[in-house]
């Protein structure tokens, strides 16, 4: 009867120690960091951002310390404070997902900034004046319009990131993936299937204030928004101040007495409406961080 009890004792702790142990650090089996060589003079003027995700390939290219933040923690630009080389150095980052890790993007992401940059970070939350996006009083005026099946071999989009920007004087474009992405070019706004967050997202990156979905609407749409010559060139301008380019006082003066009303009464026409309000928002405070990232 004793061996039997201390079999069981035996067994019982085994099972506590196990549970006990915490689940393997997501991590990618390899990665690569190293400064961008890509540039504003590459490719004829244009400039390919992103993230692309290709089986167990993942490739980042020509991104800040700020926008991987942004990445690996699914929030906002204007939601991360640090310090301002955070956005203009940049980095490329080429790694490889352990099978089946491919869920676990963010927190790989998250771990490798930790290691490598030496990320240490914080939450807190902030009042931000900002625009929501709610529907107008006469009701939505868009149609959805649905995602692209995913490819074979997908993973249901479980955690997955793959979402490509390209920017240069033609105007830029935010692909994210299964059909959906928005334009900026030739005095038009153009999106297709893109969700309401989405939405909030892109009007974010040239509005004067963080953009803030309220609608509630859970589908994809599509939409058209046909621009002044003069909001057009606004919305770049903005567009490339938002991604932390540097322009000359010259382009600056230009945005000034600009008015960006052609975006809104676009949107409203739509069934949409961008309000004024102000929010408390998520951030995180970024405490520390190396402008060197250790050898690979």
Same mark, same amino acid.
């Given at each position: 009867m004793k061996i039997i009890g201390l079999l069981v004792?035996?067994?019982?702790?085994?099972?506590?120690?196990?549970?006990?142990?915490?689940?393997?650090?997501? %991590? $990618?089996? /390899?990665?690569? @960091?190293?400064?961008?060589?890509? #540039?504003?003079?590459?490719?004829?003027?244009?400039?390919?951002?992103?993230?692309?995700?290709?089986?167990?390939?993942?490739?980042?290219?020509?991104?800040?310390?700020?926008?991987?933040?942004?990445?690996a923690y699914d929030v906002k630009d204007y939601q991360i404070t640090g310090p301002d080389w955070m956005t203009s150095e940049r980095f490329d980052i080429h790694a490889k997902v352990p099978a089946g890790g491919r869920g676990h993007f963010r927190e790989m992401l998250q771990n490798l900034l930790a290691d490598r940059f030496q990320v240490k970070l914080h939450r807190a939350s902030? %009042? $931000?004046? /900002?625009?929501? @996006?709610?529907?107008?009083?006469? #009701?939505?005026?868009?149609?959805?319009s649905p995602l692209d099946p995913e490819s074979e071999g997908g993973d249901g989009g479980r955690g997955a990131v793959n979402v490509s920007a390209t920017g240069g004087r033609g105007g830029t474009t935010v692909n994210y993936g299964r059909g959906a992405y928005f334009t900026l070019a030739d005095n038009k706004f153009v999106a297709r299937k893109l969700t309401m967050p989405q939405l909030a997202e892109s009007i974010g990156r040239f509005a004067e204030r963080p953009v803030v979905d309220m609608t509630g609407l859970k589908g994809t749409y599509d939409l058209d928004l046909e621009l002044t010559?003069?909001?057009?060139?606004?919305?770049?301008?903005?567009?490339?101040?938002?991604?932390?380019?540097?322009?000359?006082?010259?382009?600056?003066?230009?945005?000034?007495?600009v008015s960006d009303e052609g975006?809104?009464?676009?949107?409203?026409?739509l069934g949409l409406k961008l309000e004024s309000r102000k929010a408390p928002l998520e951030v995180l405070a970024v405490d520390s961080a190396s402008k060197t990232p250790t050898a690979n």
């Open positions: 004792l035996g067994t019982a702790a085994s099972a506590l120690l196990c549970a006990q142990t915490p689940p393997p650090r997501p %991590e $990618f089996e /390899v990665a690569s @960091i190293k400064p961008s060589t890509e #540039g504003p003079a590459a490719g004829g003027g244009q400039v390919h951002v992103g993230v692309q995700i290709d089986g167990a390939q993942v490739h980042c290219t020509y991104l800040t310390l700020k926008d991987f933040i942004r990445i902030k %009042e $931000f004046p /900002v625009y929501a @996006i709610v529907v107008g009083k006469g #009701g939505l005026k868009m149609k959805e010559t003069e909001e057009y060139r606004l919305l770049l301008i903005r567009t490339a101040l938002n991604a932390g380019v540097t322009l000359s006082p010259d382009v600056l003066k230009y945005a000034e007495g975006l809104f009464k676009g949107l409203q026409g």
